[in-house]
């Protein structure tokens, strides 16, 4: 089946962790990205790639880095930089220009 | 400064009714719209999308409508299912341009809980 698939589904971070969160898709799709959602929020966009071994910050990249070495992958780290952390993590890839963006199950972040 | 808009946390309708969901937008540059629909613990899934070009776009049970010159877009239901049940986004995206900087950026609004009664 081809999809995205997301992991861990929870993740539990220290203070002043790094921590990954894996974005993997099987859909051939050029562009893939990164949002946080926020309790009664919409999705924001964290990061964004077009192309392999490149990327773009959206429109809350601080505290957050990102890779994309290869076309199916495009890991988030979180760094201890982000103060707030907590939220629910989703990653999501598309074919490109006005094609729809297809959604991971999501990653769900808490400090401990 | 919330560019996408959707001004009803919530909305309850019968099933078999039809269920409305509105979305208002304050960009011009946005030419391309989706609908999004969630569940709990999951990623959304793209329901509909519209382009600027058009007025309604229709995909079985859903519709969606454009209205430019209010800067608005609807989505209706008809008829309602309870596993029609989610919280429904509006997303919108700017023209892309040849140097690709709007590249399929979505802006999403905060979203619309529907509940469908049997």
């Known amino acids: 089946d081809g999809g995205i698939t997301q992991s861990p589904k929870y993740l539990f971070r220290k203070e002043g962790q790094n921590v990954t969160l894996s974005c993997e898709q099987n859909?051939?799709?050029?562009?893939m990205y990164w949002y946080r959602q926020d309790p009664g929020q919409g999705l924001r966009l964290i990061y964004y790639?077009?192309?392999?071994?490149?990327?773009q910050k959206g429109d809350i990249a601080e505290g957050y880095s990102v890779s994309r070495e290869k076309k199916e992958s495009f890991p988030l780290t979180v760094t201890s930089a982000q103060k707030n952390p907590t939220a629910f993590y989703l990653c999501?890839?598309?074919?490109?220009?006005?094609?729809?963006?297809?959604f991971g199950d999501g990653t769900r972040l808490s400090i401990l | 400064d919330q560019q996408v808009k959707q001004n009803s946390p919530s909305l309850s309708v019968q099933e078999g009714r039809i269920s409305i969901l509105n979305c208002d937008y304050t960009n011009s540059m946005f030419d391309y719209f989706l609908w999004y629909k969630k569940y709990p613990a999951e990623g959304p899934t793209f329901l509909i999308s519209?382009?600027?070009?058009?007025d309604k776009n229709e995909d079985g049970r859903f519709t969606v409508f454009l209205n430019k010159s209010a800067k608005h877009l609807s989505l209706h239901i008809v008829p309602s299912q309870p596993g029609d049940s989610a919280v429904y986004f509006c997303a919108a995206s700017e023209e892309v341009d040849a140097g690709g900087t709007s590249y399929g950026k979505l802006t999403f609004g905060q979203g619309t809980i529907l509940t469908v009664h049997p």
């Open positions: 859909l051939n799709h050029d562009a």
């Open positions: 999501a890839s598309s074919a490109g220009g006005n094609q729809p963006q297809h």
């Open positions: 519209i382009s600027s070009i058009k």
């Open positions: 790639s077009q192309i392999v071994n490149d990327f």
